[in-house]
């Protein structure tokens, strides 16, 4: 056990961290590895990005040609 913890201590950084999940219970060790998964994309505060007007008349002008004639 010492010798984990050394290596985890030595090998784990702030950008990219060490998680020790129990691996008894494969239902939990999934709650587990979501929750660690769901956290750090809730850290990175993703957010759609703003579509200028003229952004907008393109996408439309694109939406109109592939929709199929009426």
Do not use: F, H
């Amino acid at each position: 056990m010492l010798a984990y913890g050394q290596c985890l201590g030595c090998t784990s950084s702030g950008d990219s961290p060490w998680y020790v999940v129990p691996a008894d219970d494969k239902n939990s060790s999934r709650l587990i590895v979501s929750q660690i998964a769901r956290e750090a994309l809730e850290a990175l505060q993703l957010s759609y990005p703003e579509a200028g007007l003229a952004r907008l008349r393109a996408l439309k002008e694109i939406r109109a040609a592939l929709e199929p004639c009426g």
